[in-house]
């Protein structure tokens, strides 16, 4: 059988993935080749890390002592989805298309793309009745069949999303190089107990916990950009409140508690360290309502009330984040991933439409992900799940339309613009998942 490998860089350390095209089981082995895990189409392309070396999988990780009670948690966060995610990127740039549709059929269903090829479609077989050679029966044409229509193919860059994962360069990103990935997701609306479930669970029905570990839709892997920043902001304002405010505040609680009496009591203590002024005041508002205009207390006694002002907390504001690409295809395979990546985005951040047309639904949202040696990148800031809002694409970044032979432009620039789908949380900074670099 026909095999193709693969060498990554996970936690500093090398280990290639091996991969049967006929059949699609693989193999990841460290590089003194001892087996850290292995997946098959049976699995669905999920690997499978209880046969293997745990002396290996230990040190891949980097654990040892009490540390390696969390040996398959990180097993699981740090090596599942990226050995998965280059065994399929094996499979779908190396498989011709009678193998990746076999794979599909065995268990690798939607992660298997058929991209890039076209698949044989049988040809239709003329039923129409021929009339006998040399006879003098006329055909009555306008009973006879209308001839059937053409067969139109889905081109392979436009095939929806289903799974696959599209790089640009084309050229097989390792661990060797940082990249962003953007994993495709489904929405999942938070449902009637959504808010039951944010009080009583600690945030747990957030859209980051509806989220988490779903397989995505399609993927797309691009290089770092030029430009990584994350700019954290919440929300103040000014609140003031003066002594009669105040005073009328705690007369209205005291009242709904029922002890009007006890409030008036307060409200006159509070107030009787300066009744003279207090007096004035009152006065020359009462009067400056029944008039309707200017300050009558600055005017006769040249003070103003102290409104007591403070800055109080308004709420979180949600980051957004852009992204800026330049796109320069060497050939007609990366032209096409081009297209696919542009296509891929613009159908994910369009709304759905299910059955007829009364209600529109949310779009697919995105996992963003920096990628350094095979795992979450510890020092660049993590991103919570987020929606496109914005994709802008110029096709002559060049300022002048130039094309290839087959009328492909010879670049494209792309601007994104995500917003995350909720707020940052001191919590974020203090799980697991933030303690792994400087947190989100």
Do not use: W
């Amino acid at each position: 059988m026909a095999k193709k490998s693969s060498k990554l860089n996970i936690n500093g350390k090398s280990v290639t993935v091996e991969t049967e095209l006929e059949n699609g089981a693989y193999t990841v082995k460290d590089s003194k080749g001892r087996i850290i895990g292995s997946g098959d189409s049976a699995s669905g392309g999920n690997i499978n890390f209880s046969g293997g070396d745990q002396t290996a999988q230990k040190e891949l990780l980097g654990l040892s002592g009490s540390r390696s009670r969390n040996l398959n948690k990180d097993l699981q966060s740090k090596v599942k989805g990226v050995v998965e995610n280059e065994n399929k990127a094996i499979i779908n740039n190396n498989a011709d298309v009678t193998q990746r549709l076999n794979l599909r059929d065995m268990g690798y269903g939607n992660k298997i793309s058929i991209k890039g090829k076209t698949i044989p479609v049988e040809p239709d077989i003329d039923t129409t009745p021929v009339p006998p050679t040399g006879s003098d029966t006329e055909v009555d044409e306008s009973a006879a069949p209308s001839p059937a229509a053409p067969v139109v193919q889905k081109p392979a860059e436009v095939q929806d999303l289903d799974g696959a994962t599209v790089r640009y360069p084309a050229s097989q990103i390792d661990g060797n190089y940082d990249f962003v990935q953007f994993s495709i997701v489904e929405y999942v609306p938070g449902g009637e107990g959504a808010l039951a479930a944010i009080i009583e669970k600690g945030g747990g029905g957030r859209p980051s916990g509806r989220l988490k570990n779903q397989s995505p839709v399609g993927s797309v892997i691009l290089p770092m950009p030029l430009n990584i920043s994350s700019q954290n902001n919440v929300s103040f304002g000014e609140d003031t409140l003066n002594a009669f405010q105040a005073a009328g505040q705690d007369i209205v609680q005291n009242a709904i508690q029922g002890d009007i009496g006890n409030a008036l009591n307060n409200a006159s203590g509070a107030l009787n360290a300066n009744a003279s002024e207090a007096k004035k005041a009152l006065r020359a508002k009462i009067t400056q309502d029944i008039v309707g205009g200017g300050n009558l207390l600055t005017r006769t006694t040249g003070a103003v009330l102290n409104s007591n002002m403070e800055l109080l907390f308004k709420g979180p504001q949600l980051r957004t984040f852009s992204f800026d690409y330049k796109l320069t295809p060497r050939d007609k395979a990366e032209a096409q991933s081009c297209k696919q990546i542009i296509r891929m985005f613009k159908k994910a951040m369009a709304p759905k439409i299910k059955g007829g047309a009364l209600f529109l639904y949310t779009p697919n949202v995105f996992l963003i992900n920096f990628i350094h040696k095979g795992q979450n990148h510890p020092f660049l800031n993590k991103i919570k799940p987020c929606a496109l809002t914005g994709l802008g694409v110029n096709f002559t970044p060049d300022g002048a339309y130039m094309t290839y032979e087959d009328g492909s432009p010879v670049a494209y620039s792309l601007q994104f613009s995500f917003s995350e789908m909720e707020p940052i949380y001191d919590i974020d900074y203090e799980n697991d998942e933030g303690a792994e670099g400087t947190g989100f």
